[in-house]
């Protein structure tokens, strides 16, 4: 995969651009919510959501964090 090519198509014009613009955008909200929520709540295998969402994307990562949270929410007293 040649990372340079992927850039430069992915921001070859202005649609595609602000597409790039709001997934990278999402992907660092998404961590840094994983990671604070995350601490706060002293969970597990923060590797897993992260990975999840840069295989994938964050439609798979968010849900399968926000699942994990309201477990670890329903558990704690």
Do not use: C, W
Not at 40 to 48: A, D
Request: proline letters at 3%; zero cysteines.
């Amino acid at each position: 995969m040649n990372i340079n090519a992927f850039f430069r198509d992915l921001f070859a014009n202005q649609i595609s651009g602000f597409f790039g613009r709001d997934v990278i955008v999402s992907s660092l909200v998404f961590g840094t919510f994983v990671f604070s929520e995350g601490s706060r709540l002293k969970m597990k295998n923060f590797g897993i959501y992260i990975a999840s969402n840069l295989l994938v994307g964050v439609s798979l990562g968010l849900p399968l964090f926000l699942l994990m949270r309201q477990r670890k929410l329903e558990e704690t007293p």
